[in-house]
């Protein structure tokens, strides 16, 4: 069975950094791509960064220049810096893994989110 784990949320002053982590377990062959998304109060979940297995990254507009995206294949797990948070940031963040492959199927699967706090 497989279960996404994030890690490395919590409460940061403006300014601070945090490194969130995601990994992937269970028998998996191959991960298409794997991402962060985040919803902050009142909003919709939003795309922040993205990565593929060959190391093709996007980022949401927001963050360009503060967060970066990594991932380390052997491992099934994907970080995400995050340098000079503003409040805004402030969001339950989200992993997904797209085009996760066990023995079983192809699918794609979300982690149960951790809380990120930026206060001003």
């Known amino acids: 069975q497989v279960q996404l784990v994030e890690s490395g949320g919590g409460l940061v002053q403006a300014g601070g950094s945090l490194r969130l982590s995601c990994a992937a377990s269970?028998?998996?062959?191959?991960?298409?791509?794997m991402a962060w998304f985040r919803r902050a109060p009142g909003k919709q979940r939003e795309l922040v960064a993205a990565?593929?297995?060959?190391?093709?990254?996007n980022y949401a507009e927001s963050v360009l220049g503060r967060f970066t995206i990594s991932r380390d294949n052997a491992k099934n797990t994907v970080y995400l810096q995050m340098n000079s948070l503003k409040p805004e940031d402030t969001a339950v963040y989200y992993c997904?893994?797209?085009?996760?492959?066990?023995?079983?199927?192809?699918?794609?699967?979300w982690g149960q989110g951790t809380q990120v706090t930026v206060s001003s």
């Open positions: 269970g028998v998996i062959f191959s991960i298409t791509a």
């Open positions: 997904k893994a797209d085009g996760l492959v066990t023995p079983a199927s192809v699918d794609d699967y």
């Open positions: 990565i593929t297995s060959g190391g093709s990254t």
